[in-house]
């Protein structure tokens, strides 16, 4: 079975143009976001574009500021720093990954947690790996991890319980990993996370339910790795050597052995979008 997001995506995107007018209206002005990437990685790049480009669709004034790995830290810095202060800036997006210097420079503790959509900034992730219960989560005032977000909306999307169930996460990024296992903690999942340094990632998958794949490795995940009808929920983006779009599961042999899985492209990136350009919205209905 396909875990598509294609259509809870479009789901979620259905009240967004409403909604952005509505905000509009009780600002006298259109929201404003701003977005910050790295210039020299050339598919991060074109698709904060994209990105850019659906939140302009919305009515949304957009301006990117393109990085380089000749760039100042102090300055990038300034840059941000400034971006929180202003009053006309509404949502701060910064796509990774960064530059080395600007990845290490502690971006993430002047980012003002009310502007950052893809919650990243000390105090909304701290906020969040407070939360016990998915409740909690709910009730947070800044903005989780879309991609994170986006996982557990899927699953959700397609009635996949996580209540009980032993999950395991490949991938322990504080963008993806990381508070994607803590999201499925809240919704009681029993969660095991796994990465590069994990010896035997075969051993450590036995008896997982559902797992999370976001090394960004073609090929990792294998049919003969997973029990049969496991939920397999590929968030990875690659290239396959013939230079089409693939993610880090064998998904066609998953699905012969009677796994659920997302899909690469199709699956995890329409919903992370969507969360994306609704977390927009909602900085500047907070505001108002």
């Known amino acids: 079975m396909l875990l598509e997001g294609k259509t809870l995506a479009a789901t979620i995107r259905q009240?967004?143009?409403?909604?952005?007018?509505?905000?509009?209206?009780?600002l006298g002005r259109a929201l404003k976001l701003y977005a910050y990437g790295n210039a020299d990685d050339y598919a991060a790049y074109v698709y904060l574009h994209k990105e850019v480009q659906a939140a302009q669709k919305l009515g949304v004034?957009?301006?990117?500021?393109?990085?380089?790995a000749d760039m100042d830290a102090?300055?990038?810095?300034?840059?941000?720093?400034?971006?929180?202060?202003?009053?006309?800036?509404?949502?701060i997006l910064i796509a990774r990954p960064l530059p080395a210097q600007l990845a290490a420079c502690?971006?993430?503790?002047?980012?003002?947690?009310?502007?950052?959509?893809?919650?990243?900034?000390?105090?909304?992730?701290?906020?969040?790996?407070?939360?016990?219960?998915?409740?909690e989560v709910e009730q947070l005032p800044g903005f989780v991890p879309c991609t994170a977000r986006a996982v557990?909306?899927?699953?959700?999307?397609?009635?996949?319980?996580?209540?009980?169930?032993?999950?395991?996460?490949?991938?322990?990024?504080?963008?993806?990993?990381?508070?994607?296992?803590?999201?499925?903690?809240?919704?009681?999942?029993?969660?095991?996370?796994?990465?590069?340094?994990?010896?035997?990632?075969?051993?450590?998958?036995?008896?997982?339910?559902?797992i999370c794949c976001a090394a960004g490795k073609a090929g990792l995940l294998r049919a003969d790795m997973v029990c049969g009808g496991s939920t397999v929920i590929d968030i990875a983006t690659n290239l396959s050597p013939d230079g089409a779009l693939c993610g880090d599961a064998d998904s066609a042999a998953l699905l012969a052995?009677?796994?659920?899985?997302?899909?690469?492209?199709?699956?995890?990136?329409?919903?992370?979008?969507?969360?994306?350009?609704?977390n927009i919205i909602l900085s500047g209905e907070r505001k108002i």
């Open 257 to 278: 052995k009677g796994c659920k899985v997302s899909p690469v492209p199709g699956g995890v990136g329409p919903v992370t979008l969507a969360c994306l350009l609704e």
């Open 152 to 210: 557990v909306r899927l699953l959700q999307y397609h009635h996949i319980p996580l209540e009980g169930v032993e999950a395991a996460v490949i991938g322990r990024s504080p963008t993806v990993g990381r508070p994607l296992a803590h999201l499925l903690t809240c919704q009681n999942a029993t969660v095991k996370i796994c990465h590069t340094k994990t010896q035997d990632l075969k051993h450590s998958l036995a008896g997982a339910q559902l």
């Open 15 to 26: 009240s967004l143009p409403e909604r952005a007018e509505a905000v509009r209206r009780k």
């Open 74 to 91: 102090a300055a990038f810095l300034e840059m941000l720093t400034s971006a929180s202060k202003d009053p006309a800036v509404d949502a």
């Open 106 to 135: 502690g971006y993430e503790r002047v980012l003002a947690p009310e502007k950052d959509i893809d919650g990243m900034s000390c105090a909304n992730m701290g906020n969040l790996f407070l939360c016990k219960t998915w409740q």
């Open 61 to 68: 004034e957009t301006k990117v500021f393109p990085l380089s």
